[in-house]
């Protein structure tokens, strides 16, 4: 179907006359595969910290690199200098790391292409902008801020959307040279010509503007010597030799300029795929300012990353399927670039649990990552309940281990376990002294059958025999219902009067804490 779709693409270009264009192009990759060696790239600015939008950029090119053999390549886009965020690079890399698509080059794992700060590359910037001038297809601009600010306002008042005027590409070389000389502040501006080519995005199709119509000359060399985004991005993917671009497609009307800056160095551009946007479910813009979508607020409520990675795919495109439950390496298998739809993906984070409860049943079902969740469990256990854990027996790997697989399906996350619907499970309940003196001579005799219940099954216990057990108990006690008779070993057990089923806490607990619990209920009781 994709063969035939960039098929069709090829004759739509045909009949709008553009195929002398289309067939002369160097970027041109009608009915194109992926082949070759397959390098792709995730470039933040470490301006914040890595956020739901950005993951879902890293998380395509990860997996578009996994697909085809090839690497992922984490690069940080630190030029301007003035936004840079403390801590923002190493949390960025941490986070994707934590989500489980690590990059295979980056600033802290090195590589053959490096370094992978920008910051680290003005040098490579500087002589690239020169080649561009001294070619003719870049010149040094003087203009001041202040000018460029009036301008600004200009086009504003008269309802025009502002844009330079290109007054510093018609300066001779002798004016240009005095100026230089003279040591006037200038930057440097790439000559944006007419005669764009098209080029055929992975996911748009074919794209073609006329960025010289619209636009003024670009900066692409600041007068602090950074270079921007529009030649730093070139510059880097050129030499870290990358193949295949898949970036927001907020990037996809500069494409166009951008491979004119290619065409004018004589390069090879990648080829490109613009991923469509990530908006919330009411089609508003996914935004940075909303605290809850950056990556370590996720991370410290206890989602599961592969949750993320699941719902951010999920709400989109680009798989085979779209069912809940899939993981890093299904994900991998059932993806095709041709499955990318132009649509913009609505994420509904109002969903996240179920897909947490899902992904976290699938953890405590494989032993080996169960045995994790058990660790990590015992160190929360201990940080929340301190001073009050009674018994160190709640720590064990096989107490906790009996607990998750009776609360699988259930949970969303361990810190579910911690609240205080989970407390009995750690503490032993307290009573009021009110509800220890409202047990009846009935209660009493209740509560010893449980015991000798208990006592007959030992350390055997099943939800499914203990509940029918309990039912007929509570039927043989004529005088209570059988709501009453569980809501009494409810409270005695745990002290709440919601949860699981008391057949779950028993066997959640086990036999031993079972009947010391429901031993100092009838001591209480008696002193009472």
Same mark, same amino acid.
């Given at each position: 179907?994709?063969?035939?779709?960039?098929?069709?693409?090829?004759?739509?270009?045909?009949?709008?006359r553009?195929v002398?264009?289309l067939?002369?192009?160097?970027v041109?990759?009608?009915?194109?595969t992926?082949?070759?060696?397959?390098?792709?790239?995730?470039?933040?600015?470490?301006?914040?910290?890595?956020?739901?939008?950005?993951?879902?950029t890293?998380?395509?090119?990860?997996?578009?690199?996994?697909?085809?053999?090839?690497s992922?390549?984490?690069?940080?886009?630190?030029?301007?200098?003035?936004?840079?965020?403390?801590g923002?690079?190493?949390s960025?890399?941490?986070?994707?790391?934590?989500?489980?698509?690590?990059?295979d080059?980056?600033?802290r794992?090195?590589?053959?292409?490096?370094?992978?700060f920008?910051?680290q590359?003005?040098?490579?910037?500087?002589?690239t902008?020169?080649?561009?001038?001294?070619?003719?297809h870049?010149?040094?601009?003087?203009?001041?801020?202040?000018?460029?600010?009036?301008?600004?306002?200009?086009?504003?008042?008269?309802g025009?959307?502002p844009?330079?005027?290109?007054?510093?590409?018609?300066?001779?070389?002798?004016q240009?040279?005095?100026?230089?000389?003279?040591?006037?502040?200038?930057?440097?501006?790439f000559?944006?010509?007419?005669g764009?080519?098209?080029f055929?995005?992975?996911?748009?199709?074919?794209?073609?503007?006329?960025v010289?119509q619209?636009?003024?000359?670009?900066?692409?060399?600041?007068?602090?010597g950074?270079?921007?985004?529009?030649?730093?991005?070139?510059?880097?993917?050129h030499?870290?030799?990358?193949?295949?671009v898949?970036r927001?497609?907020?990037w996809?009307?500069?494409t166009?300029?951008?491979?004119?800056m290619?065409?004018?160095?004589?390069?090879?551009?990648?080829?490109f795929?613009?991923?469509?946007l990530?908006?919330?479910?009411?089609?508003?813009k996914?935004?940075?300012?909303?605290g809850?979508?950056?990556?370590e607020?996720?991370?410290?409520d206890?989602?599961?990353?592969?949750?993320?990675?699941?719902i951010?795919?999920?709400?989109g495109?680009?798989?085979?399927t779209?069912?809940?439950?899939?993981?890093?390496?299904?994900?991998?298998?059932?993806?095709s670039?041709?499955?990318?739809t132009?649509?913009?993906?609505?994420?509904?984070l109002?969903?996240?649990?179920?897909?947490?409860?899902?992904?976290?049943?699938?953890r405590?079902?494989?032993?080996?990552?169960?045995?994790?969740l058990?660790?990590?469990?015992?160190?929360?256990?201990?940080?929340a309940?301190?001073?009050?854990i009674?018994?160190?027996?709640?720590l064990?790997?096989?107490?906790i281990?009996?607990?998750?697989?009776?609360?699988?399906?259930?949970?969303?996350?361990?810190?579910?376990?911690?609240?205080p619907?989970?407390?009995?499970?750690?503490? %032993?309940?307290? *009573? +009021?002294s009110q #509800?220890v003196?409202?047990?009846?001579? @009935?209660?009493?005799?209740?509560v010893? =059958?449980?015991?000798?219940?208990?006592?007959?099954?030992?350390?055997?216990?099943?939800v499914?025999?203990?509940?029918?057990?309990?039912?007929?108990?509570?039927?043989?006690?004529?005088?209570s219902?059988?709501?009453?008779?569980?809501?009494l070993l %409810?409270?005695? *057990? +745990?002290?709440? #009067?919601?949860?699981p089923?008391?057949a @779950?806490?028993?066997v959640?607990l086990? =036999?031993?804490?079972?009947?010391r619990?429901?031993q100092?209920?009838?001591?209480?009781?008696e002193?009472?």
């Amino acid at each position: 179907m994709w063969f035939i779709q960039r098929c069709f693409q090829c004759l739509s270009a045909v009949r709008n006359r553009r195929v002398k264009l289309l067939l002369n192009s160097p970027v041109v990759r009608c009915c194109s595969t992926v082949q070759g060696e397959v390098r792709v790239r995730f470039a933040p600015s470490p301006t914040g910290f890595l956020h739901l939008g950005g993951l879902r950029t890293a998380l395509y090119n990860y997996i578009f690199a996994k697909k085809y053999g090839g690497s992922f390549i984490l690069r940080l886009e630190d030029t301007d200098q003035s936004r840079l965020v403390p801590g923002a690079a190493e949390s960025i890399e941490d986070m994707l790391e934590w989500a489980g698509v690590p990059p295979d080059e980056s600033p802290r794992r090195g590589g053959p292409v490096g370094p992978y700060f920008q910051s680290q590359r003005l040098d490579l910037y500087s002589q690239t902008a020169r080649q561009l001038v001294e070619s003719g297809h870049a010149y040094y601009c003087f203009c001041s801020s202040q000018r460029l600010e009036l301008l600004k306002k200009d086009a504003l008042r008269a309802g025009q959307t502002p844009r330079y005027d290109n007054r510093c590409r018609h300066l001779g070389a002798q004016q240009v040279q005095e100026k230089l000389a003279q040591g006037v502040p200038h930057v440097i501006r790439f000559r944006l010509e007419a005669g764009v080519e098209p080029f055929e995005d992975m996911i748009f199709g074919w794209n073609h503007h006329e960025v010289a119509q619209v636009e003024g000359d670009p900066v692409v060399m600041k007068a602090d010597g950074f270079p921007t985004y529009h030649l730093a991005n070139i510059v880097d993917d050129h030499y870290m030799r990358i193949s295949h671009v898949l970036r927001g497609s907020e990037w996809l009307i500069s494409t166009s300029k951008h491979l004119l800056m290619y065409r004018a160095l004589g390069w090879k551009p990648p080829t490109f795929g613009h991923l469509p946007l990530l908006m919330n479910k009411d089609g508003s813009k996914l935004s940075k300012r909303q605290g809850d979508v950056f990556i370590e607020s996720f991370q410290r409520d206890g989602v599961l990353p592969e949750a993320l990675l699941d719902i951010t795919t999920n709400c989109g495109s680009g798989f085979s399927t779209n069912r809940i439950g899939r993981r890093i390496d299904e994900l991998i298998s059932e993806f095709s670039p041709s499955k990318i739809t132009t649509h913009s993906a609505l994420l509904d984070l109002e969903k996240l649990p179920e897909f947490s409860r899902i992904h976290l049943q699938h953890r405590i079902e494989d032993e080996e990552r169960c045995r994790l969740l058990i660790k990590d469990l015992q160190g929360q256990i201990q940080q929340a309940y301190t001073a009050e854990i009674q018994d160190k027996e709640v720590l064990h790997e096989d107490y906790i281990r009996r607990v998750l697989h009776l609360r699988k399906g259930h949970i969303s996350s361990l810190k579910e376990l911690l609240s205080p619907t989970y407390s009995y499970l750690w503490v %032993r309940p307290s *009573l +009021s002294s009110q #509800q220890v003196a409202a047990l009846t001579a @009935e209660a009493h005799h209740i509560v010893s =059958s449980v015991l000798r219940l208990i006592a007959e099954q030992g350390e055997e216990l099943r939800v499914d025999k203990l509940s029918k057990d309990l039912k007929s108990l509570a039927k043989q006690t004529k005088a209570s219902k059988y709501s009453d008779v569980m809501k009494l070993l %409810r409270l005695a *057990l +745990s002290g709440l #009067q919601q949860g699981p089923s008391v057949a @779950e806490m028993m066997v959640s607990l086990g =036999s031993a804490e079972i009947s010391r619990r429901l031993q100092r209920l009838l001591v209480l009781s008696e002193t009472a």
